[in-house]
């Protein structure tokens, strides 16, 4: 099975996976250049397609990342020639893997897709934390599939998980209150699905206060 446009929980491939037997692999695309990077056989990362696109991946003070690190994707379209695209920042983080891929293609290596860089939770001291920094462990719970933080207020937040067989929403509030404070309140509640945004992508958090 070949997917791409939106990411794929990781509890859903394992259902796909595990459950029917068919191996799931995807590949990276965007608007700005169809074909940015696939997977192979090995499906340890995105081989980057190097024909079609010159990929940069930069850190914060806009050096070039080093293998095993995360950045920003910069991107140059290389076979678009009505609107040319030089040095485009995504918005995507992404993990440059440490080490060449198994199946012996030398193409370079994303290792992970990680998420967007303005999936960003205020906090009530002024700073900003990115996603990646609590949605790993919410995602772990046991028996959630696919979960959306709905930041309402700077200490007030929702929880919306779909999945099956959560005994409880200890785990969720525990996981939230050690990384955004004990004094947040967190309101825990399953839903039938998690609503798509316009583009038909599914954004695993959202910020009511008008910008975090």
Known sequence: MTYGADAIPQADRRIIEEHLGIPVVSTYQAIEALRI??????????????????????????????????????????????????NYRLGDLVT??????????????IQNI???LDDLIARPDGTRLHALSILPSLQSIDGVQQVQVVQEELDKFRFGWFGRGVANH???????????????????????????????????????????
């Open 37 to 86: 990077g696939f997977q192979c056989e090995a499906r340890q990362g995105f081989h980057i397609s190097t024909d079609q696109v010159a990929v940069r991946v930069m850190d914060s003070a806009g050096g070039d990342v080093a293998p095993g690190g995360r950045g920003e994707l910069i991107l140059s379209n290389l076979t678009n020639r009505a609107m040319v695209v030089i």
């Open 96 to 109: 440059l893997a440490a080490r060449p891929c198994s199946c012996g293609r030398t193409l370079p290596l």
């Open 114 to 116: 990680d998420g967007r």
């Open 170 to 212: 200890g785990p969720a509030n525990q996981r939230m209150t050690a990384v955004l404070g004990a004094s947040i309140r967190v309101s825990v509640e399953p839903v039938e699905m998690i609503d798509q945004e316009p583009s038909g992508k599914v954004k695993s958090v959202l910020c009511a206060l008008g910008r975090c």
